[in-house]
């Protein structure tokens, strides 16, 4: 009977699912926002930089794949980002629930150094979106609130994959 050990993923594969991962990611949040019309709020914008971020790195983990101290270094600061994202996710599901006030920036952005008529043109072209509304919600979980899920379990996949010992067996001390 043969034991089985924790799968090595060849070293372009992993970094190519979290490219993946993040492409799809900003994929529908830019869907929802030009095609569904729902316009993102700054702590929204906020949460697509993490994902731009870790799309970079697993182009460059694709790109380094026969180094696998640096991909190992990689996919930390890849696991790192997701979480930073999950972050911004759960502050941003806590102003949506007013369990606290978000950012200056929620509810406008605004350049306040404008004179007072481009001040009044910005504000007559601009839609206001407030971050503490829930503009679409699926089981009573927001945008926000899915993408805290899907970045946290994105974030602690890829710290365990980074961190797990090489040749590990499944289910031995």
């Given at each position: 009977?043969t034991?089985?050990?924790?799968?090595?993923?060849?070293?372009?594969?992993?970094?190519?699912l979290?490219l993946?991962?993040?492409?799809?990611?900003?994929?529908?949040?830019?869907?929802?926002?030009?095609?569904?019309?729902?316009?993102p709020?700054?702590?929204?914008?906020?949460?697509?930089?993490?994902y731009?971020?870790?799309?970079?790195?697993?182009?460059?983990?694709?790109?380094?794949?026969?180094?696998?101290?640096?991909?190992?270094?990689?996919?930390?600061?890849?696991?790192?980002?997701?979480?930073?994202?999950?972050?911004?996710a759960?502050y941003?599901?806590?102003?949506?629930?007013?369990?606290?006030?978000?950012?200056?920036?929620?509810?406008?952005?605004?350049?306040?150094?404008?004179?007072?008529?481009?001040?009044?043109?910005?504000?007559?072209?601009?839609?206001?979106?407030?971050?503490?509304?829930?503009?679409?919600?699926?089981?009573?979980i927001?945008m926000?609130?899915?993408?805290?899920?899907?970045?946290?379990?994105?974030?602690?996949?890829?710290?365990?994959?980074?961190?797990?010992?090489?040749?590990?067996?499944?289910?031995?001390?």
């Amino acid at each position: 009977m043969t034991s089985m050990t924790a799968p090595d993923l060849p070293d372009r594969r992993l970094p190519f699912l979290i490219l993946i991962a993040s492409l799809a990611s900003l994929a529908v949040a830019f869907a929802s926002q030009h095609w569904g019309g729902l316009q993102p709020c700054v702590l929204c914008i906020y949460q697509r930089y993490p994902y731009g971020v870790t799309a970079a790195l697993g182009v460059v983990g694709i790109l380094l794949a026969g180094q696998p101290g640096w991909l190992r270094a990689l996919l930390l600061l890849a696991g790192l980002a997701f979480l930073v994202d999950a972050g911004i996710a759960a502050y941003h599901v806590g102003v949506e629930q007013h369990w606290w006030q978000g950012t200056a920036e929620c509810g406008s952005t605004l350049d306040l150094n404008l004179s007072a008529e481009e001040l009044k043109k910005q504000l007559l072209n601009q839609p206001v979106v407030r971050c503490d509304e829930v503009p679409w919600s699926l089981f009573g979980i927001s945008m926000a609130g899915y993408n805290f899920l899907y970045a946290t379990a994105l974030g602690l996949a890829t710290l365990w994959y980074a961190l797990r010992p090489r040749g590990k067996r499944f289910g031995t001390a």
